[in-house]
């Protein structure tokens, strides 16, 4: 949430699987988008919803592993706009990561 590190330390940053844990997105994308000198990178891995979520499966998911809002794909796209980074290019890969256990083997 306050990398120790001085603005424009770094070539890239990036966060695997995990900007879900944290109290706020923004705050780190915020301090990711700092350390990394101009012309950089930021690359996020991260779970999204890919549609709204029923409270049940709100009530299941969030306490067991979240400790914020799992957002949209748009909802970070917006998040990593508003902390200035540009050129933004957001990519949804979920067919080639994760077989939904609802779906037929």
Not at 53 to 72: K, M, N, R, V
Request: aromatic share 10%; hydrophobic share 45%.
């Amino acid at each position: 949430m306050q990398l120790p590190y001085e603005d424009a330390s770094f070539d890239a940053a990036w966060a695997f699987e995990s900007i879900f844990h944290v109290p706020s997105r923004v705050q780190v994308f915020s301090e990711m988008a700092r350390v990394v000198r101009s012309g950089g990178r930021v690359v996020v891995a991260d779970f999204v919803t890919l549609r709204p979520l029923t409270q049940a499966e709100i009530d299941i998911t969030y306490p067991a592993f979240a400790a914020t809002e799992i957002g949209s794909l748009d909802a970070y796209i917006g998040d990593l706009k508003a902390v200035g980074l540009i050129d933004v290019n957001c990519r949804d890969v979920t067919v080639n990561t994760i077989r939904p256990s609802n779906r037929a083997t």
